[in-house]
């Protein structure tokens, strides 16, 4: 039973740190992603080729590396060492993520018809209003159920952070191997599952709610 | 006075040249229908009149106005686009709503936007916005869907959707309403309807341009029309003069396939 206590301590605790990188991700990725978005289809070529560049390097290379490189670069580069591990954590993350996102904001917004875009103007409204009264809601629809996957994922990805010895929970629960345990590792599956679970649920809800009109 | 003026309007896709110096003009309350087969230039036309085609050359006036000169070098605000943009309004092919909106929420979309840069919206607030409300059902209610003001496009029929777009565009009360083929996206059995709509405007002197295909009904409403091929008017006049006795060749071969 004080095992059992142990396990689900450690275990609950890590998980706690995959929980710090999921949100801290999820707030700083979603904004920041829709700036990469609008840099991508910016008409000043320079920055378009810029962001398109970026988003080729971060979704090209592995995640894994890019948590290697925020950790280990400033330190071996420039002698700033990085302090805080799950920082350099969250850093990779929110990078790597806002470059993803980018791509899911970048489908959606085109794909609105241009017929959109012509109502708005001959009917006087600034290219700002067209933007956040026509087609941003219609952008949120389209691009509910791919953000739902790549979300998904995200909390999945959180476990890479062991990479750098930050202590979540897969890595806590590989601890107990040593002793002999596999149940642990087992178990944190289900954390996974349950947060996965609620989160297909949340967005199962959000779809409906959008699903008023057709279109 | 015209009310209308377009003076030698080019417009080149790359090398294509879509527009080769259209002139026409057209007085107030007047009801213009533009003919021609597909890639004749028409579409392009009303395109470049109301802003959504740069024209490469020439120049367009609204009551003696210039509201786009090709050679000008300026480039007009943002503010002065939109003013001269409201002059018109403009009926797509393919009605264009906005899926998110109910029928009445797209007719007041536009109004209660420019209402809320008025410099008395916020002591009339209530006044204002129940006056565009009421004003969006008075023009549903003229295109015949009061009742369908509470729904969204994808839960009307075509016919229905683009008198409600119709309706859009008169909310901002445009001194010109162009229609960009209003009927063809529609099942032949919808067009009556669309018909019989802008029927009911030139009643009441809207001045109109309307390009179309359908010539019957062109012929039955317009005080003028211009039949273009190639990138140019060839023929221009009465629809006795163009319909009834075309005295061009091309207009004569056009004619007969339609009719």
């Known amino acids: 039973m004080d095992k059992f206590i142990e396990v689900f301590n450690s275990l609950t605790s890590g998980f706690g740190l995959n929980c ?113 009264k026509i087609v941003l809601f219609q952008v949120i629809k389209r691009i509910v159920p ?68 057709k279109g | 006075m015209a009310i209308l003026e377009v003076k030698n309007l080019h417009k080149s896709f790359g090398k294509t040249e879509v527009l080769k110096s259209v002139s026409f003009s057209m007085e107030k309350g007047e009801i213009l229908s533009i003919l021609g087969s597909s890639g004749s230039g028409k579409t392009t036309l009303l395109r470049c009149i109301n802003f959504l085609e740069k024209a490469s050359g020439g120049q367009v006036f609204v009551d003696g106005s210039c509201i786009f000169d090709a050679s000008s070098k300026e480039k007009p605000s943002p503010a002065v686009m939109r003013e001269r943009q409201l002059n018109f309004g403009l009926v797509f092919q393919s009605f264009n709503l906005f899926p998110q909106y109910t029928a009445l929420e797209n007719v007041v979309l536009a109004p209660k936007l420019q209402a809320a840069e008025r410099a008395d919206f916020k002591e009339n607030k209530k006044k204002i916005l129940s006056e565009i409300e009421q004003n969006a059902m008075n023009l549903l209610d003229r295109v015949g869907l009061a009742e369908k003001a509470g729904n969204y496009p994808c839960q009307l029929s075509g016919g229905q959707q683009q008198r409600v777009s119709i309706a859009r565009a008169l909310a901002l009360d445009p001194k010109i309403l ?66 009834g006795n075309p005295r061009h060749e091309r207009t004569r071969a056009f004619l007969s396939k339609m009719l």
């Open chain 1, 146 to 213: 791919p953000m739902g996957n790549e979300i998904i994922t995200l909390v999945k990805d959180t476990s890479l952070a062991r990479a750098i010895a930050v202590a979540e929970i897969i890595m806590q629960a590989e601890r107990f191997t040593k002793e002999g345990l596999i149940l642990p590792l087992f178990s944190t599956g289900l954390y996974f599952l349950v947060v996965n679970g609620l989160l297909t649920l949340l967005f199962g809800y959000i779809e409906k709610r959008l699903n008023y009109y």
């Open chain 2, 178 to 243: 162009f229609f960009d083929e209003p009927t063809s996206a529609l099942d032949p059995e919808l067009t009556g309807e669309i018909l019989r709509v802008i029927k009911d405007l030139a009643s009441k002197h809207m001045t109109m341009v309307i390009v179309t295909h359908e010539i019957e009904f062109a012929r039955n409403v317009s005080d003028k029309i211009i039949f273009m091929d190639g990138g140019v008017v060839v023929e221009e006049g009465t629809p006795e003069q163009v319909i």
């Open chain 1, 20 to 132: 710090i990188i999921f949100l801290s991700t999820l707030v700083l990725a979603i904004p920041l992603g829709l700036i990469v978005a609008f840099g991508s289809m910016s008409e000043f070529k320079p920055l378009k080729w810029l962001t398109k560049t970026f988003v080729w390097i971060i979704r090209g290379t592995p995640l894994m590396l890019q948590i290697f490189v925020v950790f280990y670069a400033p330190g071996l580069l420039f002698e700033i060492p990085m302090r805080s591990r799950l920082t350099a954590v969250i850093i990779a993350f929110v990078i790597n993520y806002a470059a993803y996102f980018s791509e899911i904001y970048r489908g959606g917004i085109e794909s609105i018809p241009v017929g959109q875009y012509e109502a708005g103007q001959v009917l006087g409204l600034t290219k700002k209003q067209v933007f956040s």
